[in-house]
């Protein structure tokens, strides 16, 4: 009698157990299959309202939900991915997303947008095609310093604790990664590519944003492979290849009046082949804005054919109508540390730096550039208004003079 009563509401309970483990386990990883919800792989069909549905659904559903983009040619875009999402988020790119061409997609300044997102990873050996040749010739930043962008091919702000991988982006039509208002955010083994000469497609941008990670990558493109701008803080760049592009740059810093400054960054084990230049900080002379740029280290860089390996270019102007000046932003506790090949400009270490606000706590450690051009001859440094300390090897000698 007693067994017989316990029995039922045992077997009961067990199998309540199980099915809220199931829900459970369910809820912590359903997929949101783009076809699912209307997208075609055909590369003609507008994807744009399946993935908006998708995504939706993923995110305000509890769990680490997966919006799968499986293998398949999707046209898609522009695409406003918002959170916040109810759990973490992944964007599963199996097959190629590809942009419109047309000149409504240029309006907006990105192609695919992620705001205010916490955990978000995209990867999955997909790629993204930005289409950027059917864009290029509308670039108006080269003449116009207050020019629209083009659409950044992903855009992220406010994102946080995310991370992109094992993902492909070519020819965007602007930049092809923007991080802003970003903290914790890990990107590695991705590939970027675009021409040598396509107009201002920098690799990854980074802006106000803090402790970012980026390694084993590749990055050739037609502007920085890497820049950062002002409010990048706690920022670790290891082992990338970039080339053709303009190298890994700070700045440009001091144009415009209140800006945030750039604090810890370290440059480790990168190559640069054939860039307009390789480690440069540039600053505006004029106007100039006050701020500051510190702690930074580059070490263990290869550069191949790089036209100006190490530079500080505080007179820096894009559009070359700009008044001489001298920088009001202050450079210091900047290292340069084994930095090894060859330059195709004759001035390998070119410290350019502001009357105004010398650089300070500049440190050159075994540094070995070889000019590789015509006529042959050594390479040279040029240095205007900069303390610091050179170590080691010093191939070209150093014109650095050592503060008081
Ligand atoms: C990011 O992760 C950290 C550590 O796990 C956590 O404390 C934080 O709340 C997360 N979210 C945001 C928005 O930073
Ligand atoms: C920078 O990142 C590399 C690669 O992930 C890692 O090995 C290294 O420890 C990091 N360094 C710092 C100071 O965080
Ligand atoms: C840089 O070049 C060296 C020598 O060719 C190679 O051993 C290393 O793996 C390269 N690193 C990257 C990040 O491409
Ligand atoms: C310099 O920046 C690095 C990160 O790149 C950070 O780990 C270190 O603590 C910073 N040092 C100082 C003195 O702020």
Redesign the pocket.
């Known amino acids: 009698m007693g067994l017989s009563s316990i029995f039922p509401s045992f077997f009961f309970l067990v199998f309540l157990a199980l099915f809220i483990i199931e829900v459970h386990v369910q809820a912590q990883n359903l997929i949101f299959n783009v076809v699912k919800y209307g997208a075609r792989p055909d590369g003609i069909s507008d994807n744009t309202k399946a993935f908006n549905i998708a995504w939706n659904k993923a995110c305000s559903s509890e769990g680490g939900n997966v919006v799968l983009v499986p293998n398949g040619l999707f046209l898609v875009g522009p695409l406003f991915l918002n959170g916040p999402c109810k759990g973490p988020i992944t964007f599963h790119i199996q097959g190629i997303l590809r942009a419109p061409a047309d000149a409504s997609s240029r309006d907006q300044d990105h192609w695919i947008s992620f705001q205010y997102v916490d955990g978000l990873s995209i990867y999955g050996g997909g790629s993204l095609d930005g289409q950027g040749s059917s864009a290029w010739s509308y670039n108006t930043c080269l003449k116009d310093p207050h020019c629209k962008p083009l659409p950044a091919t992903m855009r992220f702000d406010f994102v946080t604790n995310s991370t992109i991988n094992h993902i492909t982006s070519i020819n965007s039509k602007g930049s092809h990664i923007i991080l802003f208002g970003c903290n914790s955010f890990t990107i590695h083994n991705i590939k970027i590519s675009a021409p040598g000469d396509s107009p201002n497609t920098d690799g990854i941008n980074i802006g106000n944003s803090k402790n970012i990670l980026i390694f084993d990558s590749e990055i050739a493109t037609g502007d920085d492979c890497i820049s950062m701008s002002p409010g990048s803080k706690t920022i670790n760049i290891t082992?990338?290849?970039c080339g053709p592009g303009h190298g890994i740059s700070v700045g440009s810093l001091g144009g415009i009046p209140n800006e945030d400054v750039v604090d810890g960054v370290l440059v480790t084990?990168?190559?640069l082949t054939g860039t307009s230049n390789g480690l440069r900080i540039k600053t505006k002379a004029n106007p100039s804005y006050p701020t500051t740029v510190s702690n930074l280290t580059f070490q263990q860089i290869?550069v191949y054919n790089v036209a100006n390996p190490i530079i500080i270019d505080q007179q820096y102007c894009p559009s070359k109508d700009c008044k001489p000046g001298a920088s009001r932003v202050g450079i210091s506790d900047v290292r340069f540390r084994t930095i090894t090949g060859t330059t195709s400009t004759r001035v390998a270490v070119n410290l350019l730096c502001s009357s105004a606000k010398p650089c300070e706590e500049i440190e050159l450690r075994d540094i070995n550039i070889a000019y590789d051009g015509l006529p042959r001859g050594p390479a040279t440094s040029s240095c205007s208004n900069v303390y610091g300390v050179a170590y080691g090897i010093q191939n070209p000698p150093p014109c650095i003079r050592r503060s008081l």
């Open positions: 082992n990338i290849k084990n990168c190559n290869l």
